[in-house]
């Protein structure tokens, strides 16, 4: 494959609700929707592939579990102003993970999609 696409995929609980939160807050564009299983949003050259429960990729392993939502692997996207950004999503009632941390690289912070998938809004040093 020479496509220079990065793939991405989350499983999440409500297909709709994550095209939805993707697409008014963080800047996604809808793409493929095969609703209620699986639908994938892109940003510049980003694709994240929703997976619902009734998507391939939420049956259960060959040991009984079950794929989920959550952990701490995340997308990471940069912003110019981090501040702004959080008081945006805040203000649009999206919930946060941690507060605005800084370290050498920059500031980030994690805030949680509507399956509890955590994205990570970094603002580079400098920035």
Known sequence: MTDST???????DDVQAAIDFYATHLGFTPGTVFLPAFADVR???LR?????PASSAGRPMPDGRRPGPG????IHLIV???DAEVGRLRAAGVG???DVVTGPGGRQIVLDD??????ELFQPAGG
């Open 48 to 52: 994240l592939l929703l997976s619902g």
């Open 80 to 82: 110019e102003d981090i």
């Open 96 to 98: 946060f993970r941690s």
């Open 114 to 119: 509507p399956a509890g998938n955590p994205v």
């Open 43 to 45: 940003r510049g050259n």
């Open 71 to 74: 952990g701490w692997n995340r």
């Open 6 to 12: 990065v793939h991405v995929r989350y499983l999440v």
